[in-house]
């Protein structure tokens, strides 16, 4: 691939500050087959004077053009380089873009078609600043990506996004034959020029290696952006028309959206991140308190609900009420073991008990008849234990059902026993709805307050009790 004699072409406007750096990165290439185009479009600083030094001390590959008028984009002056150039290669290069040392040399190693256009990824530094690993990956990812689709669908995947990085393109002579850039575009000609060569069955070749550095100036202020932005989407406009062909209409219009989204993006970017930086702050900090602190233990607090007993009213009361079930019918109820234990403990403080009503929801196995097994086991005589196994579709429609069975049987007093987050809103219902003395038993299993830093639980239990609370103050039922 050496003999190959490249043809580098670097338009530059009063680029003083930076063409040097740009020079050398060039000639100290691994690749010296190469001649070297420098276009001068009519700089008004130093640019001119820097270039004649340079050449002085390198005048067997340098070529100094001057333009006869400013053309104010690079069309003009890349034009004047390729009609002046004798490779049989063509590459471009910005005046403030910096080359790799094997940037060259790698590019000829892929170099096999004349059809195909090669260029290479970038690091990107915005005054001086390298942009993060993240945008420089998601750069190339996008590149590889509609360089596909350019490839095997066409030239109007441009419209989305343009990958082609002018300062590092490579290709034959032969694409410029009967092609140009226009000149008439006053922004974004490369774009064009690389549709018209899509559309003759010229391809695209990335290399993903980052061979180039890319020197944007600071450009970050509003009004700059908005000039952007206009820039681009009459660039764009500019390209559409002129091909004429609105079949692709769509990609045309999702290009223009997205390049409106990113100047939106850009112009607020400190004010997203910053509101970003917070939101995740604060979304952090609610996520410790609700899933790791004590709170939902406190919420809960009010939720439970028993009486005190004094040695009279446990020898008193002869009637227990048992409520268990978490009402999912495809579940076996792990609660049944404790209400079962509630019931040994009332047991173990009363003198006779002469009726134990066991309710809860119809599931696969019904709570109602393991507990009734277990006590049976206890001792205690079967015609005492008594099963409710109506399902109903309410608390209310239930308690209805209990309180004509109490009438039934004569009874106006009971203790219950139901899980400890549900006795708030059962003590509230059976005041409401019955004149049955209830009395609430402390079950031996209550809510343990969790320290920081461990995992809450019962949330989902405490949350949906208030909603029933709620749900039935504002239907007026308590």
Not at 39 to 45: H, N
Not at 77 to 97: V, W
Not at 351 to 362: A, D, V
Request: hydrophobic share 40%.
């Amino acid at each position: 691939m050496e003999s190959k004699l490249v043809s580098i072409i670097v338009p530059t406007h009063n680029s003083s500050k930076f063409i040097s750096k740009t020079i050398y990165s060039i000639l100290n290439q691994s690749y010296q087959n190469f001649e070297l185009i420098i276009v001068d479009d009519c700089s008004t600083d130093k640019t001119f004077e820097i270039l004649k030094k340079l050449q002085l001390k390198n005048k067997k590959i340098i070529k100094i053009l001057k333009t006869t008028k400013n053309y104010g984009t690079g069309a003009g002056p890349r034009n004047l380089g390729i009609k002046n150039s004798n490779g049989e290669l063509i590459s471009f290069n910005d005046s403030d873009d910096v080359w790799e040392k094997n940037k060259l040399k790698k590019q000829m190693l892929n170099y096999s078609n004349k059809k195909y256009i090669y260029f290479c990824a970038a690091k990107y530094f915005i005054n001086n600043e390298k942009t993060n690993f993240f945008v420089n990956n998601f750069r190339i990812f996008l590149q590889k990506f509609i360089i596909k689709k350019i490839n095997k669908e066409g030239f109007h995947w441009f419209y989305i996004y343009n990958p082609v990085l002018t300062s590092s393109v490579l290709v034959h002579k032969d694409a410029f034959k009967n092609n140009f850039f226009d000149e008439h575009i006053h922004a974004r000609e490369d774009i064009d020029m690389w549709v018209r060569l899509r559309k003759q069955n010229y391809k695209l070749f990335l290399n993903t290696q980052t061979l180039i550095n890319i020197k944007k100036r600071n450009n970050s202020s509003s009004s700059n952006s908005r000039k952007e932005l206009v820039t681009i989407v009459r660039s764009l406009s500019n390209i559409f028309f002129k091909i004429n062909n609105f079949s692709y209409l769509n990609y045309f219009l999702t290009g223009i959206l997205i390049k409106f989204f990113l100047f939106f993006v850009k112009i607020n970017y400190k004010t997203m991140l910053t509101t970003l930086k917070k939101s995740i702050a604060i979304i952090s900090i609610i996520y410790f308190i609700v899933f790791y602190s004590p709170l939902f233990w406190h919420i809960g607090k009010p939720l439970l609900h028993h009486d005190k007993f004094t040695q009279n009213e446990l020898k008193s009361i002869k009637n227990i009420i048992v409520f268990s079930g978490h009402g999912k019918k495809s579940y076996f109820d792990i609660t049944s073991e404790h209400r079962y234990n509630d019931v040994l403990d009332i047991l173990k403080n009363s003198e006779r008990i002469e009726n134990i009503f066991l309710i809860g929801k119809l599931q696969e196995i019904p709570t109602q008849n393991i507990i009734k097994k277990l006590l049976i086991l206890e001792g205690v005589e079967e015609g005492v234990v008594k099963l409710i196994y109506q399902d109903f579709d309410s608390s209310v429609d239930s308690l209805t059902n209990i309180k004509s069975n109490f009438i039934d049987n004569n009874i106006k007093d009971a203790i219950f026993s139901t899980s400890p987050y549900h006795s708030k809103r059962a003590s509230l219902l059976w005041s409401k709805h019955t004149n049955i003395n209830l009395k609430f038993w402390k079950s031996n299993v209550q809510p343990v307050k969790n320290s920081f830093f461990k995992y809450s639980k019962n949330k989902k239990l405490i949350i949906y009790e208030y909603c029933s609370i709620m749900y039935y103050k504002l239907i007026g039922k308590f």
